[in-house]
Structure formats: structure tokens, C-alpha cells
């Protein structure tokens, strides 16, 4: 499976729309600080939005795991910052696999500096291209009632939005890979 994924996670520049170039590349061990740091910089709303649940921080375990994915199952890529967020991630896109090998989960995000360039959208597809050369066959992502931006992107993308059966406050965006 590594090695079918491993061309849609080499490093590639991505192009923003006012121009701008950016770095788009798998997450490293040494992203943890600079995780946390992009973390802080949402809002509270937008960590809710993220997470799905109050999480204020993210603790350096969190981080640590998170920069350290399981990669016979797990992608994340992310985006190098320019100018002033230069050393920063300032965000990027997730395929976490679930134990089926045929079901995927999504999620994205990005620092607000960056917001409205068409990031998201580009690093959301190349991890998308990422899980359907794993052979997964269905992405699907919760998506919180209010996320205007992630559902317009998710529709952007292709996704089906349906009502979560469980929780009137969310979304289920889903789509065959
Ligand atoms: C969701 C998120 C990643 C989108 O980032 P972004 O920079 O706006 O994404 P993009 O620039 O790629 O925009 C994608 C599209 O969504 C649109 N969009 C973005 N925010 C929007 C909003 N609040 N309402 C309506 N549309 C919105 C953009 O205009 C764009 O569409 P277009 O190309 O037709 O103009 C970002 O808002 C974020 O990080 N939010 C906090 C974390 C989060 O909610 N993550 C999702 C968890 S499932």
C-alpha cells in the first residue's frame, strides 16, 4: 500500500490564488511544536469545528501522534508557510483508514492567514488521490451543521452531504473513491 501511495505524497508545490507558491508534503515527527502553535491560532469555534469536541489545546502527546501516522493506514500532508509564518505549518488535509481497508475519514485545516487561496482545496484533493491509490473506496468526514467553509469545499470536492442519523448537529459528507 505504501508504495502505491507514494507518489501523491511526494512534496509538490501547490499554488495559492493570489499567486503565492507553497510546499505541500507529508508531515514530520519535527511538525509537533509547529502543530500546536497553528492549533492555538483557531478560533475557538474553528477548534470545535476541527475536533468535534472541546479540546482548548493540543497536548505535545497529541501532537507527537499526530506528526507520527501510522502509514500503512494513516496520510497527512501538509503546507509549509511563507514570508511572515515561514517555519509554520499553517495547515493541511488527513486520511485516517479504518480496519476495514475499504472506509477512510477526512479532515482538514489551515491557519486563518491563509484562508480563502484554495489551500484547502489542494491539499484535500491530493490526500483524497492519496487514499483511492491505497485502495480505499469511500472517504466520509462529520462535518458540524454551522461549517459553512467545509461544506461548501466538501461539495467542491464531490461529496455527498447527508443529515448525521445520530446528532442533528452535523453533517456526513461522503464519497466513493
Ligand atoms: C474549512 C477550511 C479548511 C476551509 O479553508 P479555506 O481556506 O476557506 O479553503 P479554500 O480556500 O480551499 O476554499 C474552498 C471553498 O470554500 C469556500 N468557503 C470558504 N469559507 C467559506 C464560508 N465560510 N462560507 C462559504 N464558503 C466558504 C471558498 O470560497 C472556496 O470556494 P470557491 O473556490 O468556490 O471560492 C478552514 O475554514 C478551516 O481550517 N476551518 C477550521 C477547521 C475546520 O473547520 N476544519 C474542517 C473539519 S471537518
Not at 11 to 35: C, F, N, T
Not at 92 to 119: H, K, M, Q, W, Y
Not at 143 to 169: K, Y
Amino acid at each position: 500500500m505504501t508504495q502505491r501511495v507514494a507518489k501523491s505524497l511526494q512534496e509538490r508545490e501547490v499554488q495559492a490564488k493570489d499567486g503565492q507558491r507553497y510546499l505541500l508534503r507529508p508531515i514530520r515527527p519535527s511538525d509537533a511544536p509547529s502543530l500546536m502553535r497553528g492549533y492555538q491560532a483557531l478560533s475557538p469555534q474553528e477548534r470545535w469545528f476541527r475536533m468535534l469536541h472541546a479540546v482548548p489545546e493540543l497536548s505535545e502527546d497529541a501532537a507527537r501522534a499526530f506528526c507520527n501516522p501510522d502509514l500503512a493506514r494513516d496520510f497527512c500532508l501538509v503546507l509549509e508557510g511563507q514570508d511572515g509564518l515561514a517555519g509554520e505549518i499553517v495547515g493541511g488535509a488527513r486520511i485516517t483508514g479504518e480496519a476495514n481497508g475499504r472506509d477512510c475519514e477526512f479532515s482538514v485545516s489551515l491557519r486563518p492567514e491563509v484562508r480563502g487561496l484554495g489551500l484547502a482545496q489542494a491539499a484535500l484533493r491530493m490526500a483524497l488521490q492519496a487514499a483511492a491509490e491505497a485502495g480505499y473506496e469511500r472517504v466520509y468526514g462529520t462535518i458540524a451543521r454551522d461549517n459553512r467553509g467545509m461544506i461548501h469545499l466538501a461539495v467542491l470536492l464531490g461529496f455527498n452531504i447527508r443529515q448525521d442519523p445520530d446528532d442533528p448537529a452535523f453533517v456526513i459528507a461522503e464519497k466513493a473513491l
